[in-house]
């Protein structure tokens, strides 16, 4: 599976982004799906996560209620629309995949796939 994010860019603080993760490869409706983010000299952390079998979609506490994952199976594609961005949401951004039973995933190590980053800037 390649994974293709984009989207990422520069925005102040309060505006929106929308990310973009284009899979191809295999069957994309069976895979479940995250994204992450990495600010320099931090561990890359969990942002979200939706599962392919029934669509239900999990947030880090952070971003909750300004952040919503979502996928759209006819365009092999998962997007992460980021509401009122913080400075601290700068980081780069991964989108993941993985298959198997449909359910949350939250760490790094359960996912196979990774999209090759994309860079989002805050500006306060």
């Known amino acids: 599976v390649q994974l293709q994010a984009s989207g990422g860019g520069l925005v102040q603080a309060g505006g929106s982004l929308r990310l973009s993760c284009a899979a191809s490869?295999?069957?994309?409706?069976?895979?479940?799906m995250g994204w992450f983010r990495q600010a320099p000299g931090k561990e890359r952390e969990f942002v979200a996560t939706?599962?392919?079998?029934?669509?239900?979609?999990l947030y880090a506490d952070s971003v909750k209620g300004r952040f919503t994952i979502s996928r759209d199976n006819a365009k092999n594609t998962v997007y992460l629309q980021m509401n009122r961005l913080k400075p601290e949401d700068a980081a780069v951004y991964y989108c993941?995949?993985?298959?198997?039973?449909?359910?949350?995933?939250?760490?790094?190590?359960?996912?196979?796939?990774w999209g090759q980053g994309t860079q989002v800037t805050v500006s306060s």
């Open positions: 490869g295999r069957t994309f409706s069976r895979l479940n």
């Open positions: 993941a995949g993985r298959g198997g039973v449909g359910g949350y995933y939250t760490r790094t190590y359960e996912y196979v796939y």
């Open positions: 939706i599962n392919w079998n029934i669509g239900s979609t």
